[in-house]
């Protein structure tokens, strides 16, 4: 009986094994298959541009190339078709937007930073597609851009003899120099009492750039525990073992002063991850401790959103080492996530994985130093980490070092942003640093950085749709209702462009009264007008509602980084100013116009029927102005832009007479020379809000993009004509008036008739070119000078099947040395980027 007890036994063992394995495969195939579906219902896009420079005098261009990937593979994304870009001032108010198509992920163009949009200042230029707005800022890639000016205002009449330095002051707050923020973060994010367990800290100055600190850790009796010390970066880590119910402390022996911080207070009770990341290791060790409550959890690693590793881990189980192949993950930012068995997150740790696998860009130059306007030549040769030949798509630029200063150690690339940015919350100073001939220091480093800065962010409410679709190509889209809101099925739908090329298109609607227009070259700023009539060709009384673009949010991002902030940055944009300076004198002495020096005149509005003459005003926006901010209402222009425009009231008696006032002046809004009073009739006089209400009806209907101008009339020269032509010049003394010029000149009526509806879809660009000079023995001795700043740009440089490509161009008149950037993908999901030196001087 005791063999067949202990074969029974044995067979019930592994009868349980086998339950148990199949439980766990049942779980991992689950678990797999809904963290897959995130990528079917919420698939992430990661962008990237690459620009010339990032600092720019007014009248220059601004060049980008456009590299859009899918998030899981880092392959061309085939999710969206069009790109948004957009320049913001700092309050976030789009100076220019254009969308651009993509072919292959990729694509490219410039923004003319004309001097009449473009005053010295700070500005945001952001990148995004539509689909990108379902997932948050992280998923918009934007750049501080600063545009400094070297033509000085001439001086107002009681300036003359006041003498004025230009300053350039890029912190908004006075604050103290000294101070110091330092934060400590536990692995995993609790401090948990009786395991040892590494703390990482951060530790930044007043500007929010990293600063270098150590000290000791001490207890509540100030015995000391561990030192501490972070790296250049303000960020490092140290283990220590805590005990119960003791407090902790860090004690700073440098800089001076720092207060003594407290570290967060230790827990009884909770999980934690323990990962030991080894340079010189291929596996990971991932130590689990688990002070909770016996249950079943899984260990998952993931990248990109893609699992590479789970395992299950028994209820019971205090704690468990488990070792990991590096080899499971891709290159870049990857997690440990530990969680329970309703797949809840506990606990969490990311890391770096490189598995040096980026595109190795070699460039060859035609000689080793160049003379003034002289012919250069680059060779480049791409290949794999395999040595193998590479074919793909690369962007070129190649700056002046005299007037940018390029930190090619440190700054962004694309490398570094595929890989680290789009993973991170917040900004990381010096990102390209941490890639770039990557060693056992920057392996440490890039931990400390995960430890302080990493987060998830491929979770997502699979019962969560997104809001906005991704978009494949330009369409029109909308909806047709009746005067009961009911969609109009079969509704024959007309689109009409207004301006030329003239193109006209129709369709009808589905049953739920939704159209589309889509297979039509995209037109820089295009204008349609949509009519719709019902399935019988009638006009009736139809509403049309076009699926207009939603701009993404906007999040400033502090300018405190690199060239923002940076001592030696400071000094090349005042080289760049001199530059600019040096090459204006020059030309003018040759009797040469470089930049017209505009004289400051009033602004004209055409086609105005202002009564005192276009432009005699006190405020006065022309179409420039409007273009900035296209799709802002008439009410939203006057308040931004008109001080003093406020709601008043008047009166005694209830209820109080509500009206739009100009300081203590009573507004009256004239359109197209037409007094929209004429038309209000009052039906309520109960109401003292009904005349304001009436006015505010017309402020909301207009748009920027559907006026010409804006003219503000309050001091008495001005409103005297408007008194004596719209109002009873005995009663209305208090009076200001608006005039507005709208495109259409028919006066204070809707925009559109009933069944029309006026469209201006986004502007598509106009397919800008780089010019480069090309000097030959006739035109070297031109005496206009050339100081390029962007000495060359080509967004598009293709490698052949050997890998190869060339580029040539000719340098400038600025002795010196030029940086060669270069960036590129192979569509395969690797990237490549790569720096040179060229000097410029005479040959020996």
């Known amino acids: 009986m005791k063999p067949l007890k202990s074969l029974l036994i044995s067979l019930s063992i592994i009868l349980l094994s086998k339950s148990l394995v199949a439980q766990q495969q049942a779980f991992s195939t689950k678990f797999i298959k809904e963290y897959d579906s995130i990528s079917s219902v919420a698939p992430r896009e990661k962008l990237y541009l690459q620009l010339d420079r990032t600092v720019f005098t007014p009248q220059d261009t601004l060049w980008f190339k456009a590299y859009l990937v899918d998030g899981k593979t880092h392959a061309f994304s085939k999710i969206s078709g069009l790109i948004y870009f957009e320049m913001l001032d700092v309050k976030g108010n789009p100076i220019q937007t254009i969308c651009l198509p993509t072919a292959m992920g990729i694509t490219w163009g410039g923004f003319a930073l004309k001097p009449e949009l473009y005053k010295d200042n700070q500005y945001t230029f952001r990148a995004y597609t539509n689909w990108a707005k379902n997932f948050g800022d992280n998923y918009i890639f934007k750049q501080n851009i600063q545009i400094v000016d070297y033509i000085e205002p001439e001086p107002l009449p009681d300036e003359i003899n006041v003498t004025k330095t230009k300053t350039k002051t890029f912190n908004s707050k006075n604050q103290n120099p000294k101070e110091i923020d330092v934060q400590f973060l536990p692995e995993g994010g609790k401090l948990i009492a009786e395991i040892h367990q590494k703390i990482a800290f951060k530790a930044v100055n007043y500007n929010g750039l990293g600063i270098k600190v150590k000290g000791n850790i001490i207890d509540s009796k100030g015995n000391t525990i561990t030192p501490f010390e972070s790296n250049d970066k303000g960020m490092g880590y140290f283990s220590m073992f805590a005990e119960p119910n003791e407090s902790y402390s860090a004690k700073f022996d440098s800089p001076e002063p720092v207060k003594n911080i407290n570290l967060p207070s230790s827990k009884s009770s909770g999980t934690s991850i323990q990962l030991n990341n080894s340079y010189h290791l291929d596996s990971l060790a991932v130590h689990i401790n688990l002070k909770v409550q016996p249950q079943e959890v899984y260990l998952i690693g993931q990248s990109r959103g893609n699992i590479c590793f789970i395992a299950r881990l028994n209820a019971g189980v205090k704690s468990k080492t488990i070792k990991i192949a590096k080899s499971l993950f891709p290159t870049g930012v990857a997690q440990i996530l530990l969680v329970d068995i309703n797949k809840k997150p506990l606990n969490e740790r990311s890391f770096f994985i490189y598995r040096n696998n980026e595109l190795q860009i070699q460039p060859v130059s035609s000689s080793n130093i160049y003379t003034f306007r002289d012919s250069v030549s680059i060779n480049l040769n791409v290949q794999n980490k395999d040595k193998k030949p590479v074919e793909g798509s690369f962007s070129i630029a190649v700056t002046d070092d005299n007037q940018i200063k390029k930190d090619s150690e440190n700054w962004n690339n694309i490398i570094s942003h595929m890989l680290l940015n789009s993973d991170l919350k917040g900004e990381i100073e010096s990102p390209g640093y941490y890639i770039q001939n990557f060693n056992e220091q920057k392996h440490n480093d890039l931990e400390a950085l995960m430890l302080t800065q990493a987060w998830v962010n491929y979770n997502w409410d699979l019962t969560k749709k997104p809001i906005f679709e991704p978009e494949k190509d330009f369409t029109i889209s909308g909806k047709v209702t009746n005067i009961t809101n009911k969609a109009i099925d079969k509704a024959q739908i007309l689109l009409l462009s207004t301006r030329k090329p003239l193109s006209i298109a129709s369709t009808t609607t589905n049953a739920n009264g939704e159209f589309l227009f889509k297979d039509f070259a995209p037109m820089d700023s295009a204008s349609y007008v949509i009519q719709a009539k019902n399935s019988k060709g009638k006009v009736g009384t139809l509403n049309i509602e076009v699926n207009d673009f939603k701009r993404a949010p906007f999040l400033p991002t502090p300018a405190k980084k690199n060239h923002l902030d940076n001592p030696s940055s400071e000094v090349a944009i005042d080289s760049l100013i001199a530059t600019k300076k040096q090459e204006n004198d020059i030309a003018f002495k040759s009797g040469i116009s470089l930049r017209e020096v505009k004289i400051t005149g009033k602004k ?241």
Request: no cysteine.
């Open 604 to 844: 004209i509005v055409k086609d105005s029927k202002n009564l005192n003459g276009a432009g005699n005003a006190d405020v006065v926006l022309n179409e420039e102005d409007l273009e900035r901010v296209s799709k802002k209402t008439l009410y939203d222009l006057i308040k931004e832009n008109v001080k003093g425009f406020r709601e008043a009231t008047k009166g005694f008696k209830t209820p109080r007479i509500h009206y739009f006032a100009i300081n203590e002046e009573s507004l009256n809004l004239i359109i197209d020379g037409i007094n929209v009073d004429f038309f209000f009739n009052p039906i309520d006089p109960g109401n003292g809000r009904e005349h304001l209400n009436f006015l505010k009806s017309y402020m909301d209907l207009y748009k920027a993009e559907d006026i010409k101008g804006i003219e503000v009339m309050i001091s008495n020269k001005n409103t005297n004509n408007y008194i004596n032509e719209y109002t009873d010049p005995f009663t209305a003394s208090n009076s200001a008036f608006v005039e507005v010029t709208t495109k259409a000149g028919y006066g204070p009526h809707f925009k559109t008739a009933d069944n029309m509806f006026k469209y201006k879809p986004p502007t598509y660009g106009d397919n800008k070119i780089f010019y480069s000079p090309k000097y030959n023995i006739n035109n070297k001795s031109n005496p206009k000078p050339d100081f390029r700043t962007t000495i060359y740009w080509n967004p598009n440089l293709m490698t052949d099947a050997n890998g190869e490509g060339n580029i040539s161009f000719f340098s400038a008149d600025k002795k010196g040395t030029y940086t060669v950037s270069i960036e590129g993908t192979d569509f395969n999901g690797n990237f490549g980027f790569k720096t040179m030196t060229l000097n410029i001087g005479e040959k020996k």
